[in-house]
Each structure stands twice: as structure tokens, then as C-alpha cells.
């Protein structure tokens, strides 16, 4: 069973750098890894994922040219890295897992298709 837990989150000001991670519980081979955030009140937004070899990458418009998706499946990990934080980034960043979501259409955008979270890590960003 794929458990995950997400890690680097904190409080950080406008501009600033944060790395973010997500460890597997098993060698993730096969699975497309993805990131997402929510706030309170509101529905879990897509960030960006990342397919099971690593070669093929995707992001929320909101999070292109400032983020970084990456993955290492012998180290059983997953970091996102995003640049230029403004207060509205400020969210719960969770970390998802699935076999079978694919690229095709738009489906990996949507929580629902995702199988397996993680608990969230809290991304506070000050202004």
C-alpha cells in the first residue's frame, strides 16, 4: 500500500524559495507522482505531476516558470521546488500518487483521480 508524507513546508515571506517533499512507502516505479494545494473553504487545486519515469512534466498555469517537479524512484521521492512565492500560494501542499491517471486529457488535474495522499504540509507565505 502507498502511504506518502510531505515535508518542507513553513512560513516564508513574498519572493521567497521553498523545496517541498514527498517521500513513498514503497519504490514508486509506475506511479505518476503530482502535487496539490488547498485552502480552507476551497476545492483541492492541481499544481503539477509528474510522470512514473520522470520525463514528462505538468503544472498549473499559476505555477509555470517559478516551480520545479522532479522525482527519484530509487531514493522513493518526489520534490517540488518553487521559486517567487506570493501570499497566495499560501496552502496546504499534498502530495498524491496513482497508477493509472493519465496525461491524456485533463483528468490528472482533478483530485478525484488520484488514489492514494499524503497528509499535507502547511505553506504559509507572508507578505
Known amino acids: 500500500q502507498m502511504q506518502l508524507t510531505e515535508s518542507g513546508g513553513g512560513l516564508v515571506q513574498a519572493g521567497d524559495s521553498l523545496r517541498l517533499s514527498c517521500l513513498t512507502s514503497?519504490?514508486?516505479?509506475?506511479?505518476?507522482l503530482g502535487w496539490f494545494r488547498q485552502v480552507p473553504g476551497k476545492e483541492r487545486e492541481f499544481v503539477a505531476a509528474?510522470?512514473?519515469?520522470?520525463?514528462?512534466?505538468y503544472y498549473a498555469d499559476s505555477m509555470k516558470g517559478r516551480s520545479t517537479i522532479s522525482r527519484d524512484n530509487t531514493n522513493n521521492s518526489m520534490v517540488l521546488h518553487v521559486t517567487s512565492l506570493k501570499p497566495e500560494d499560501t496552502a496546504v501542499y499534498y502530495c498524491?500518487?496513482?497508477?493509472?491517471?493519465?496525461?491524456?486529457?485533463?483528468?490528472?488535474?482533478?483530485?478525484?483521480?488520484?488514489?492514494?495522499w499524503g497528509l499535507g504540509t502547511q505553506v504559509t507565505v507572508s507578505s
Open positions: 509528474i510522470s512514473w519515469r520522470g520525463d514528462s512534466t
Open positions: 498524491a500518487a496513482d497508477k493509472s491517471v493519465g496525461f491524456g486529457g485533463l483528468g490528472y488535474t482533478q483530485p478525484q483521480s488520484w488514489d492514494f
Open positions: 514503497i519504490r514508486p516505479f509506475s506511479f505518476i
